[in-house]
């Protein structure tokens, strides 16, 4: 049997903090979400001024990066017209999405969740999802 890492609610709590904090700094309010191993939500906020809208857009980014074990952001060229993965936006019943912002969580080399962050900017997304990523 395959021993696994995956994240749990208290890793969850301080990639969101993190995630806070650099949201705060940027000016930026967001939705965090944390997925663990399988892509299953551990859990979610969405900070005070962050868009309604992008509530299920940060959970499918976290979803997304475990899914293909990449940042999400690294999946949009090869996701566009004549890309080796030319459609993957229309698999996963609606819940695969390229925009930047979903970040795998690795433990030992291998994808343990990931975070997904949505509400501003691509660079502001990723710029949170890095930081929030590196508390784990």
Do not use: C, Y
């Not at 967001?30 to 979610?44: P, R, T, Y």
């Not at 997304?64 to 459609?87: C, H, I, K, M, Y």
């Amino acid at each position: 049997m395959r021993s696994t890492h995956t994240v749990g609610l208290s890793d969850a709590r301080r990639i969101i903090d993190a995630g806070i904090a650099e949201a705060d700094r940027i000016g930026s309010p967001s939705n965090i979400a944390v997925a663990d191993a399988g892509g299953s939500l551990v859990a979610h906020v969405r900070m005070d001024g962050a868009q309604l809208g992008s509530i299920e857009h940060s959970i499918d980014k976290a979803h997304t990066s475990v899914l293909f074990r990449s940042a999400t952001g690294d999946l949009t060229r090869d996701s566009e017209p004549g890309g080796q993965f030319w459609g993957m936006a229309l698999s996963g019943l609606g819940r695969v999405l390229v925009f930047a912002g979903g970040v795998p969580l690795r433990a030992d080399g291998e994808v343990a969740g990931a975070v997904g962050v949505s509400g501003g900017s691509r660079e502001q997304d990723t710029t949170v999802a890095e930081a929030a990523a590196a508390a784990l």
